[in-house]
Structures are given as C-alpha cells and as structure tokens.
C-alpha cells in the first residue's frame, strides 16, 4: 500500500510564476491537509479538504494561494505569483476518516530565485 | 491561536541513554500525536494518544496524553544512533479540525 505520493520533490521557480504542487493521498483516504514548513520551524496548517470540498483554510493566505482535491485525480496546491518569501517546503497528509491520524508525504521543496 | 510549547528545544546524548521531551499547550486538545521527521523526509507517525491519561508504547518509546489535556510527553528508552533525528508533538483539539504542530525537539545521539 503506497504511503502518501508528492510530487514533484523540488521545484524552482523564479518571482511572479506559477508553483502547483500535487498530492496522491494514501489508498481510501479521503481526507487531505497541506502544511508549509520552513528550514528550522514546525509545521504550520494550510488547508484540510474531502473530495471536491474545502473543509478548512483558515491557514491559507487569500491571495495567490489556492487548493483542491478533485473527485478524480490527486490535490493541487496552487500558488501564483511566486515570491522568494514562498520559499518553503509543503508537505500532503491523508486519512481516513476525521479522527484518524495524519500520515505525511515526503513534501515538496518551493525555491523561489 | 493555539500554541504548543515543546522542550528542550535540543538534545545531544549518548548511545544508550533515556530520553525524555514533553509538550504543553495554552488550550484543550482531544487528541496527542508524536511525529518524527528525518531531514528531507515528512513526518512519521510514532504514537497517537486519545484518552486523558492513556499511556501508550511502542517499542522503545513511551508517550503519556496529560490527565488536564494541556500536556504530553515522549520517552525514549536505550537510545541508537537511528533516533537522531526532529521530534514533534502535535495536537488536535476536535474532530475534522486542524493539526497544530510543536516547534520540535532536535536528538543527536553520539556513539
């Protein structure tokens, strides 16, 4: 059973292009989270989706920054207009269900130049 | 917001020693979760906690979710060289609500 797939694992990017950042999550879940982590920090919440629905973004900024999770196909963290402070690693959790634990994926590494 | 204050920040001990590292939180959490994360890797899951009290094992670790909700902590006993590595504590204060994440406590374990 594969665990939580990201892709792509690093991806650079210069200021004012777009980032997507894509997550497969682990077989019969249903329940996808972002996080962001930066270079000695914890991680910090973005957004919790089920399929086809945005369930919580509370820790996504509103501008530039946008996610789903199609009822086919992996979740999609979108990010416009890169800048350098977008810099970060973000990291796909699933589950199963609410009360289940999180599991995380390998997370993709944003540079922006 | 919600904080989670996890200590000590590091820890540099020798191959075989105990481990020891807590967590407390400003607020009520249903839910305790441990993780840890290897560099260039995401989180692992070691130990979920749901009850207040419940002390829970797996293998050479030991995590207690704190009779108040506000705490926990994670033992690790006889430490190898492989528990190097960022631990954090995470809560969850309800159903379908979010992770708040710990600032981690950095192991180096020297032979």
């Known amino acids: 059973n594969a665990g939580v797939m990201q892709n792509p694992r690093h991806l650079v990017r210069r200021r004012g292009q777009e980032a997507r950042l894509r997550c497969s999550p682990m077989?019969?879940?249903?329940?996808v989270y972002w996080y962001r982590q930066l270079p000695e920090e914890g991680l910090k919440f973005m957004v919790y989706?089920?399929?086809?629905?945005?369930?919580?973004e509370s820790g996504m900024p509103k501008e530039r920054f946008s996610a789903e999770f199609p009822k086919e196909g992996p979740s999609i963290l979108r990010i416009q207009q890169v800048v350098r402070g977008d810099s970060a690693a973000y990291f796909c959790?699933?589950?199963?269900?609410?009360?289940?634990?999180?599991?995380f994926g390998n997370g993709t590494r944003l540079t922006v130049t | 917001g919600q904080q989670l204050n996890q200590s000590p920040q590091s820890m540099f001990i020798q191959e075989g020693e105990d481990v020891s590292m807590n967590c407390t939180s400003s607020?009520?959490?249903?839910?305790w979760l441990w993780y840890k994360q290897d560099p260039g890797e995401g989180p692992v899951l070691l130990i979920a906690?749901?009850?207040?009290?419940e002390l829970t094992s797996n293998g050479r670790l030991t995590a207690q979710f704190g009779i108040t909700r506000k705490d926990s902590f994670l033992n690790i006993s006889a430490s190898i060289p492989s528990d190097v590595g960022i631990y954090f504590c995470?809560?969850?204060?309800?159903?379908?609500?979010?992770?708040?994440f710990g600032t981690g406590t950095r192991l180096q374990v020297t032979l």
């Open positions: 959790a699933s589950s199963p269900g609410m009360e289940s634990p999180l599991h």
């Open positions: 077989k019969g879940h249903s329940h």
């Open positions: 989706l089920q399929k086809e629905n945005i369930i919580d």
């Open positions: 607020s009520i959490f249903n839910t």
């Open positions: 906690l749901y009850k207040a009290g």
């Open positions: 995470a809560g969850q204060p309800g159903t379908a609500s979010k992770l708040t």
